[in-house]
């Protein structure tokens, strides 16, 4: 059965932008030290980052908890699977396909949630939207850091 609307969709938007700037190095590296340092979402930054290209702020209503759900049952417990492999297990590269179809699921709940907000003009670069502690000024300078390399990767 074919989608009703885009936001029925696995291949949506924010999915083709998340596909894209995640292929340069420099901003994949920086996602994913923000990630394994200061427990950052990386799929709320990479939608912080195309809201931040769009020049949209970032919707006043709570992350859905489809995907808050989403993100602690499968995302986290794959993640955590896959890392625990050696790279050399051929499991850990099947593991990590699965957990790239998972966060593309992820990234389609926050996509169908973001269809139905109201942008505001919250500052994007704040860390309680990613997941990261409140006072944690390195990973604030290190997100400002990442919008400035994903800008110029977007360029």
Known sequence: ???????????????????????????????????DEHSADVLLLLLQLWLHQRGDGWPDAELPS??????????????????????TVPLRASLQQVEIEAEQQGLAYLWQWLA?????????????QVGCATDDVQA??????LLVVAEQASN
């Open 116 to 128: 139905l907000q109201e942008r505001s003009s919250t500052a994007l670069a704040q860390c309680w």
């Open 66 to 87: 489809r995907y808050l759900l989403w993100r602690e049952q499968m995302i986290w417990p794959l993640r955590r699977l896959r890392r625990q492999l050696d790279k």
């Open 1 to 35: 059965m074919p989608p009703k609307c885009a936001t029925d969709t696995l291949d949506n938007p924010l999915w083709q932008f998340a596909l894209g700037i995640y292929a340069h190095t420099e901003v994949q590296q920086r996602l994913l030290q923000l990630q």
């Open 140 to 145: 604030s300078e290190r997100i400002q850091q």
